[in-house]
Each structure stands twice: as structure tokens, then as C-alpha cells.
């Protein structure tokens, strides 16, 4: 297996894959709009592109795998795809960000199909504020999704993004979630990208004390995760942990290690920067396996310094995040 490497010496071993841009919620820092032009349906990529697309990448070095959207539940066929894509030689973990509300149904046969772990969008406790927040009444959906990845052994991790100037989110509340069962809830700084650059983010120095004073003494973990740019702390009235992402304060461009693939097969080498490619048509053209990997690597040494500035014009529900 190859090492893919690029010009500034960092190793790219994670991908991204933002398999529709089709969403059930209408997050107010997301896609705030309650109608919505998406791509049509011909122009997503079908679950044999993307299996053609995984495999090059595994084969070049990629080893972990992130489903993400728009929301990919909706896709009818994501049983299958989680299925393909886990069933490549070579590939070590297939994992999902996903906002949760059809998860329950959904969660055994993602288990089965080699689905190894789901990370799900939550940012309040609150029905109201969750409403406000969603424009959808599915709190309840969320949770019973997170009670039942417990019950089949499902690794859940539970990602929380503060709304500057939403007075009653109670984000705080959200990290009971770690006091109660074994997962991690981490605290995501709102970024500038679409509808998100409309909110203030929360430092999240901010929440680590207001954490403090409600729970007590955090001790910080060492990350068991390559690549993440999570800090996990834990205190000993906690089952789970919490974690901090912090791309506002503290940036991690320095040792990022992913690339992004959107739904329609654009391919980023940067979450700021436009796309940087386009695997559709080079598919659409003919490409095999090789010629896709030749081609990955060639956009990959050209992977951006960092994204200290965005350019990108894209809202995240078509990135991905
Ligand atoms: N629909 C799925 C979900 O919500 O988990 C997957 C796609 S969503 C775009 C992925 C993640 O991006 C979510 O956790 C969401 O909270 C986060 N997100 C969206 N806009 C953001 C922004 N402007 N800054 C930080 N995170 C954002
Ligand atoms: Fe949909 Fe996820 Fe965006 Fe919310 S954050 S609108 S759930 S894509």
C-alpha cells in the first residue's frame, strides 16, 4: 500500500464523502432555508462510482472512511454503499456523521453492513431549542437513535456546534450525554462558511470553564486518535468524555490529513478552498483504478497550506463538514 504524502510533508490518510446534499433538517447555521435548489438526482455519484472512487483511495493510502452529507439517510441505497465500501481490501474504519433522526431504524443493518461507528449532530437538549435550532420537531428521533447505538454496541460520539447569540441553547446540557453513557460529546467552534458566518462562535476556552464550574476538576486525555484535531478531557463523574474542536482558535491546518469528495464528485483538498477537481467526469471518461489513483496523488501534492482565509462559496450541507 502507497503513502500518499503532499508538498508540505503531511500524510493524507482520511476521506471524507458527502454522499447527497439532501437534508431533513433545516439547521439555522447550515441550510436555513426552507426550500432548498439541490443538485438533481442524475448528478450524484451512484454507489458503484463511489465504490470505484473508495477503492483508488484506499489503495493509495486512505485508510479511514467518513459518510457524510447533506444527510446520508436519506440516501435509499446507504445500507449498500456502507456495505461496498467496507467490504474493500484494505480499508480500516467506515464511519458516518449523520443528524441522527433516522438512525434508530437504520442502525443495526449499518452494524451489520461494517459500519463501525457514528458520529451525530446535536446542539441543544431542548425540544423548543432544538425546533428553533432544526426547524424540525425530532429530538425525540435523535435520542432514541443514541439509546439504541448503546443497546447494539454502536460507537457513538456526539457533536455539538454553539450558536453565538442563541441566549437559550443550552449547549452545557449536551455534555451530560458524556455523564450518562460512554460517548464523547465534542464542542465544535462555529465556522465562517455559509449560513454559519451569520453566528458568532463560542471560544471554546469559554465552554472548558463553564464546564468547570458546573462539574469540577477535567483532566486532559492523550488523544488515542491520529489525525483528529479533537482535545478529549475526562473527570471522574463521567462515563463518556468531552472533547473541544477548535478551528477558530486554535487551527490544525498544519497537520491535516483528509481530503473531501462531494456529492456530485468535486474533490477538496482544502474545507476553505473551492473544489480542486472533479472525479465525475474523469469516471464519466473512463478512468480505472490506476488512472484514478495517478490522479489523486497529482491533486494531492497540491493540497493548500492551510485555510486561514475561505474562498469556498459552497454552504457546508453541500460539503459535508
Ligand atoms: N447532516 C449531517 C449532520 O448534521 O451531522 C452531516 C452533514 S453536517 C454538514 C456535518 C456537521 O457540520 C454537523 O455536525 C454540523 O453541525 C456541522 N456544521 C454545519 N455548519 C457548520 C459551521 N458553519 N461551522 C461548524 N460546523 C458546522
Ligand atoms: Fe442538515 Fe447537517 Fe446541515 Fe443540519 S448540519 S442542515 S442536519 S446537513
Partial sequence: MNEQTDRFGRHID?????????????????????????????????????????????????????????????????????ERIANIKGIKRVVMTTN?????????????????????????????????????????????????????????????????????????????LAKQYPVAVRFIEMMPIGAGAKYQPIQNEIIQKQLTEIYGLWTQMHTEEIGSPAVYWENENFLGKIGFISPRSHSFCHACNRIRITAEGKLKLCLHHPADGDLKILLENGADTTQIKQYFAQKIWQKPKDGHTTDEKRPMWRIGG
Fill in 14 to 82: 482520511y476521506m471524507r464523502i458527502s454522499v447527497t446534499d439532501r437534508c431533513n433538517l433545516r439547521c439555522v447555521y447550515c441550510m436555513p432555508k426552507e426550500q432548498q435548489q439541490f443538485l438533481p438526482k442524475t448528478m450524484l455519484l451512484t454507489t458503484q462510482q463511489w465504490e470505484m472512487i473508495c477503492k483508488a483511495a484506499i489503495e493509495m493510502g486512505i485508510y479511514k472512511i467518513r459518510i457524510t452529507g447533506g444527510e446520508p439517510l436519506l440516501r435509499e441505497d446507504i445500507v449498500a454503499l456502507v
Fill in 100 to 176: 441522527g433522526v433516522l438512525l434508530a431504524q437504520k442502525a443495526n443493518r449499518l452494524q451489520k453492513a461494517g459500519l463501525q461507528g457514528v458520529n451525530i449532530s446535536l446542539d441543544t437538549l431542548d425540544r423548543m431549542q432544538y425546533k428553533i435550532l432544526t426547524k424540525r420537531d425530532a429530538l425525540a428521533d435523535v435520542q432514541k437513535s443514541i439509546a439504541v447505538c448503546q443497546e447494539i454496541g454502536m460507537p457513538v460520539k456526539i457533536n455539538c456546534v454553539p450558536v453565538g447569540g442563541l441566549e437559550k441553547q443550552d449547549y452545557l446540557q449536551v455534555a451530560m
